[in-house]
């Protein structure tokens, strides 16, 4: 198992004092080419480490964002393999930021544990974060993901006691992401007076850095969980982006890097707001 690029990336935001910002956009949305210019922007505009979502019919975890840039990306003809091929077009040109498919089991085991972990390997993909795959039922996949040295990068929530915490950490890799609200993706605001127990439980059970995502829309609340946890997870708010600029005939892909910047920005000074 390497998790280098994961690795690396955690080490020099420790270093520099601050949490990391991860970027989740959807493959394919709105288009193949138009999501390719968004990957490839992202870096610049501040994202730390890129979530990547391949497209499914019924993201059960999703609130509507999500689950509306899913059928546009489905509309566009991203499947699994389309997806990688996006992974390995970004990858031709970024070397250094950590690239972690996110999405359902699926389409995963219609594509074959082997080959996909095989080929998302070969298309520079450093993790996967499978939503609907619990420990129990992971050891198959986190077979041939090891064999491919490629991380699974499991989820945490705010009823994952600390026996369920135990088995959350086994065979978990790069960092765990924890889910700061019950409920799905887009809906409801963290608050980052209850997430700072938690990270650090999670922290302490799995000895890796943690990435608190769901409910941070908005500058203030990220910079609020950037002071507690190790990175700061955004997605509904930058799909919801493209949405808003389909519906206005302006440019997707302008307007998802100026809210990363927006948010990048919140997230890397954050701690420097609070020591000053």
């Given at each position: 198992m390497?998790?280098?690029r994961i690795d690396a990336r955690f080490a020099a935001l420790n270093a520099a004092g601050r949490a990391g910002f991860v970027a989740y956009v959807m493959a394919g949305d709105p288009t193949r080419d138009q999501a390719l210019e968004i990957l490839r922007g992202l870096p610049a505009a501040g994202a730390d480490i890129i979530e990547l979502g391949f497209p499914f019919s019924d993201p059960m975890a999703e609130g509507p964002p999500i689950q509306r840039a899913a059928l546009r990306g489905l509309k566009a003809g991203l499947t699994l393999k389309g997806t990688l091929d996006?992974?390995?077009?970004?990858?031709?040109?970024?070397?250094?930021?950590?690239?972690?498919?996110?999405?359902y089991l699926n389409p995963i085991e219609t594509y074959g544990h082997e080959a996909f972990a095989r080929d998302a390997a070969a298309a520079g993909v450093d993790g996967v974060i499978v939503v609907d795959c619990p420990p129990e039922e992971a050891g198959p996949l986190n077979d041939a993901l090891d064999a491919a040295q490629v991380s699974l990068i499991r989820l945490a929530t705010p009823t994952s006691d600390d026996a369920r915490l135990k088995i959350i950490a086994e065979r978990t890799s790069g960092f765990v992401y924890y889910v700061s609200v019950a409920g799905v993706t887009g809906v409801k605001e963290a608050d980052a007076g209850s997430v700072a127990p938690a990270v650090e439980r999670v922290r302490q059970a799995s000895g890796l850095p943690v990435a608190v995502g769901f409910g941070i829309k908005t500058p203030e609340r990220a910079a609020q969980v950037a002071q507690v946890a190790d990175a700061v997870v955004a997605g509904s708010v930058l799909v919801d982006e493209v949405a808003a600029a389909l519906a206005q005939n302006a440019d997707p892909v302008r307007r998802v890097l100026d809210r990363v910047k927006t948010l990048g920005d919140a997230v890397r000074d954050a701690r420097v707001t609070r020591t000053a």
């Open positions: 390497t998790t280098a996006l992974a390995r077009a970004f990858r031709d040109g970024d070397m250094d930021t950590p690239l972690i498919l996110m999405g």
